[in-house]
């Protein structure tokens, strides 16, 4: 059996989902083995080792310290314990090392101060993408100014948007916050702006970022080969992990680099979204929408982007009117918007292209 431990209002989050569905798959191929998933430590099976799956630094920290007081061994990602009476097992992604690379690319572009949004302070990755940042701002002889989201993203986009020092190199702690940016600030243009993740929809944004691409499923595998290591051995020598991010232009990353095998959602209690704020929520709409398109759909909202109409779209793709229609009112119900207006002046929102 392999268990493993789940934040709870990690449950319906994509990437944590991606990480669940190859361990699920890597699983299935041991045919006599099957998973357990846990939302507390008290429904928790004796065991050799644990595999805890999270985000906030201080659920981490409590439910490794509880399962090392009951002698199991903890395989975590993302975190690295800095307690020595604490010892897990880690796979962590190179958040500083990513960061520190991206801050330097705008650097080149302009030697300028730094602008750090959305730093999560409950956030293990926040944590080191932040140490990144700042050393490379240091380096450089610039500041950094940290935007910490402490709840509400919207609150400290007014407080970035206000400041009256007006920053042209901006990194968002994720990719989802870069679309926020663009849909909120003036004079995108201007700015030279990085991110981390290579969200789906960054391919579609008018301009161009810089961000930090990482498979999250290809990390599940190496979650689930860690825990297998651990199990196996006899000692209880602390294994980590180090799994490295590739830093693309959001342009470069394509339908090819996301995996499709094996993608699925689990079952879980009282799923929420990570910051809890709508704007986000409408962000991840969005992402899904632009993974649901296809060649078709891509057309016509390009044509309708230039104004064509119906008719019109329906001669140049060699289509009946009716068609166009049909597939225009499945893109309005996978988005949520009422009439092509209202999907048009999303897509324009986001400045999404196509």
Same mark, same amino acid.
């Given at each position: ?16 989902? !991606?990480?669940?569905? =190859? ?11 099957? #998973? ?21 630094? !201080?659920?981490?920290? /409590? ?19 800095? $307690? ?73 986009? $007014? ?9 042209? /190199?901006?990194?968002?702690? /994720? ?25 789906? =929809? ?63 959602? #689990? ?26 398109? $296809?060649?078709?759909?891509?057309? #016509? ?31 309005? /119900? ?21």
């Amino acid at each position: 059996m392999v268990n493993i431990i789940l934040e709870k209002n990690q449950s319906d989050n994509v990437r944590v989902n !991606k990480m669940l569905s =190859a361990i699920k798959t890597y699983v299935a191929r041991k045919k006599k083995e099957h #998973i357990e998933i846990a939302y507390d430590t008290s429904a928790l099976p004796q065991a050799k080792a644990v595999i805890v799956l999270g985000s906030s630094m !201080k659920w981490i920290c /409590n439910v490794s310290e509880y399962l090392v007081s009951k002698r199991i061994q903890a395989v975590v990602f993302g975190y690295e314990s800095a $307690d020595p009476l604490v010892p897990v097992h880690t796979l962590t992604s190179d958040y500083t090392a990513a960061m520190y690379k991206i801050a330097k690319i705008l650097l080149s572009k302009d030697k300028s101060d730094i602008a750090f949004f959305g730093y999560n302070p409950d956030s293990c990755s926040d944590d080191g993408k932040f140490k990144g940042v700042s050393l490379a701002a240091a380096e450089a002889g610039v500041n950094c100014k940290v935007y910490y989201n402490n709840g509400s993203i919207k609150k400290t986009m $007014d407080e970035f948007l206000s400041d009256e020092k007006k920053y042209r /190199n901006v990194i968002c702690s /994720n990719d989802d916050l870069v679309l926020y940016l663009y849909s909120e600030a003036e004079n995108c243009e201007n700015l030279n702006v990085g991110g981390y993740g290579a969200i789906s =929809a960054g391919r579609n944004c008018k301009y161009e970022y810089v961000t930090a691409w990482q498979d999250f499923y290809t990390l599940g595998e190496s979650l689930i080969e860690l825990y297998y290591n651990v199990i196996k051995s006899n000692n209880d020598y602390i294994k980590n992990v180090i799994a490295t991010t590739r830093i693309v232009n959001s342009k470069d990353f394509s339908e090819t680099d996301i995996p499709v095998s094996g993608l699925g959602k #689990i079952d879980a209690a009282e799923p929420v979204d990570y910051y809890r704020d709508e704007k986000i929520m409408e962000i991840d709409n969005i992402k899904k929408f632009v993974m649901s398109l $296809d060649d078709a759909d891509k057309d #016509i909202l390009k044509e309708m982007l230039e104004g064509k109409t119906y008719f019109k779209i329906s001669e140049a793709n060699y289509k009946a009117e009716n068609t166009i229609k049909y597939r225009v009112n499945k893109m309005n /119900n996978e988005l949520g918007t009422k009439n092509k207006e209202e999907l048009l002046s999303l897509i324009k929102k986001y400045k999404l292209q196509f």
